[in-house]
């Protein structure tokens, strides 16, 4: 570390202070002091150009990052104001994680408290701001939805925000006998119109009357209530997710209005209303036609995977195939309910301007209420091994683009980590494999972008790659090129460059990932879920940083083989084909 500072004249106190957090960070955490320096430049350029870009507009050019001493490191003489306070910013953002006087690392600073329900509560106190982000994570999503149910665990995503028996309804007394009248007609509506031939004045009879009754109830809902409660009391970033295997809720808060958050989240955990249930179900069939249906990415990204995936629930849509949108109803929310949103499937992640006990206490005094539940064992299909490549056309009036893909091992095989970093050899950057030969010099797309782990990572999933040409070049070009690269990287390991940067950029998006409250919650919930330990995030980054180009090539050459691929690609139909 000595030639980094020899003559340094006029080092600044910042430099000094970077140069010895850094310093001990690298040995606390036993990463590599110049890999260090280098992840952390790559922050303090990418957020000085994002600081710089409102004021400066066009024609931003990336700041050089030299190493030759923390003067330089931190851009005294390259770089404005404003980069010096980003850089700052940026260190800040580890510095979080650290409790003066000692440096602490995340493994210390993650409080982990079971309740004999088998929730699972986290927390991580920054009392840097009086305010605190919370992330409650369902080990549910997409494949765990019965047959026949597609879009179950996405729908009552969205009804999860309608309420309880105290919130979003003025009178829930009168509200109840209503819900069950809605619900009988809606079923006896469904039937109707699931018949071979169904009786055209039965159904207007049966829309007519649902039409009224949804009226009626119209008067004593309080719309959106749940959301007015949060926003009134400071809340901010309210929303959800569904993805294949899990579903999340999360929001920011001032910190004493942490027992509100209990309030109303063990609320809907606890007695959750199917209200406006078939409204919402139409929501969401619309939904479904425009970023699906009627979206040449939607269209292609849902053929593939169900080609990709012929035994496994990854093959099926999150938002649902249209004829189950269209029956779900009431009665198989409430079962998905019961049967999934269960105290031990549940992993909260709180980080912020919190005391411990206060938080123990509180989690413990709402979320204790959760009865311990036993979870019903979800038998999952494997995919088999495919007997050979798998193409496909969809037809769809845009510009063509297609999606190829590989199966693979999920995280617990030790190959995934040199996976990932394959995909950003490939993928990641301007100066990346198939962007820089591709996008740039050849000019053959548009965009290309490469998915590690796609749709999921709870089970063995596709390496991915996606494509657009650029006219006047055809899919079948792109598609040859991008089988050079992949064989370049088949035959010739990476250079020890590639390898660097991809390392720096892992330190640099971890920083990123884990310097908001919301970020960190968010990454530690989802390590909870995914794998049982928190600290998950910690052991991935440095499975991915041991990575060696020999390990990249032989994942290369193991997983991406012709004999193994699944291939989409979405065209327009030729005249002739129309006719």
Not at 509 to 531: F, Q
Request: charged share 25%; with cysteine; proline share 6%.
């Amino acid at each position: 570390m000595g030639p980094l500072v020899v003559g340094c004249s006029g080092m600044g106190f910042a430099s000094l202070f970077a140069y010895a957090f850094l310093s001990a960070f690298s040995a606390v955490n036993r990463i590599p002091f110049a890999q260090l320096c280098d992840a952390t430049a790559s922050v303090a350029c990418a957020s000085g150009l994002m600081l710089r870009a409102g004021a400066a507009g066009k024609g931003l050019a990336r700041p050089a990052r030299r190493r030759l001493c923390f003067f330089h490191f931190l851009g005294v003489n390259a770089m404005k104001n404003g980069m010096k306070l980003t850089m700052l910013m940026a260190l800040g953002g580890w510095l979080s994680l650290a409790a003066a006087p000692a440096i602490e690392t995340l493994a210390q600073r993650v409080q982990v408290h079971r309740l004999d329900n088998g929730l699972t509560a986290l927390l991580v106190r920054r009392a840097n701001a009086p305010v605190f982000a919370a992330v409650i994570q369902i080990n549910v999503g997409g494949c765990d939805e019965p047959a026949g149910q597609t879009g179950l665990a996405h729908i009552f995503e969205h009804i999860a925000f309608k309420g309880t028996p105290w919130i979003g309804t003025r009178d829930y007394a009168a509200e109840r006998p209503l819900l069950e009248a809605i619900a009988q007609t809606a079923a006896r509506l469904d039937a109707e119109r699931n018949r071979i031939h169904p009786d055209a004045e039965r159904l207007k009879g049966l829309e007519e009357q649902l039409a009224g009754l949804q009226a009626q109830h119209e008067t004593i809902v309080v719309k959106d209530e749940f959301d007015a409660i949060y926003k009134r009391y400071g809340g901010e970033s309210l929303n959800a997710s569904t993805s294949k295997d899990f579903t999340n809720y999360f929001i920011q808060l001032p910190a004493n209005a942490f027992e509100l958050w209990a309030c109303m989240e063990s609320q809907r955990l606890l007695w959750p209303v199917a209200r406006e249930f078939y409204r919402e179900r139409d929501v969401v069939g619309e939904e479904r036609r425009m970023r699906t249906d009627n979206d040449p990415g939607g269209k292609l990204m849902e053929e593939f995977f169900a080609i990709a995936f012929q035994a496994h629930p990854y093959r099926n849509p999150i938002i649902g195939w249209p004829s189950d949108i269209q029956n779900l109803d009431v009665k198989a929310a409430e079962a998905f309910y019961r049967e999934r949103y269960a105290a031990s499937n549940i992993t909260i992640a709180v980080v912020g301007d919190l005391d411990a006990d206060v938080f123990r206490r509180t989690i413990d005094r709402y979320f204790g209420r959760m009865p311990r539940r036993p979870v019903a064992p979800r038998v999952i299909t494997r995919e088999p091994p495919p007997a050979g490549p798998r193409v496909a056309t969809v037809y769809f009036d845009a510009n063509p683009q297609f999606a190829m893909g590989w199966p693979k091992p999920t995280f617990h095989d030790p190959d995934d980590a040199a996976l990932e970093v394959l995909a950003r050899v490939l993928d990641g950057g301007r100066t990346t494999r198939l962007e820089k030969r591709i996008v740039q010099e050849k000019q053959l797309a548009l965009q290309v972008w490469v998915w590690p782990s796609a749709p999921g990572e709870k089970y063995d999933n596709l390496f991915m790659i996606w494509a657009a040409p650029r006219h006047p070049h055809t899919a079948a070009e792109v598609q040859a090129a991008i089988w050079e690269e992949i064989e370049r990287a088949q035959k010739q390991t990476v250079s020890d460059r590639e390898i660097q940067r991809v390392r720096n950029q892992l330190m640099a998006d971890s920083v990123h990932k884990l310097n908001s409250n919301l970020g960190l919650a968010r990454e530690l919930a989802y390590s909870a879920a995914l794998t049982g330990d928190p600290l998950y995030i910690d052991r991935r980054l440095q499975e991915l940083l041991a990575v060696t180009a020999e390990d990249v090539r032989r994942v290369a050459a193991r997983y991406l083989v012709p004999d193994r691929m699944t291939l989409v690609r979405l065209d327009k139909r030729s005249r002739a084909g129309a006719e």
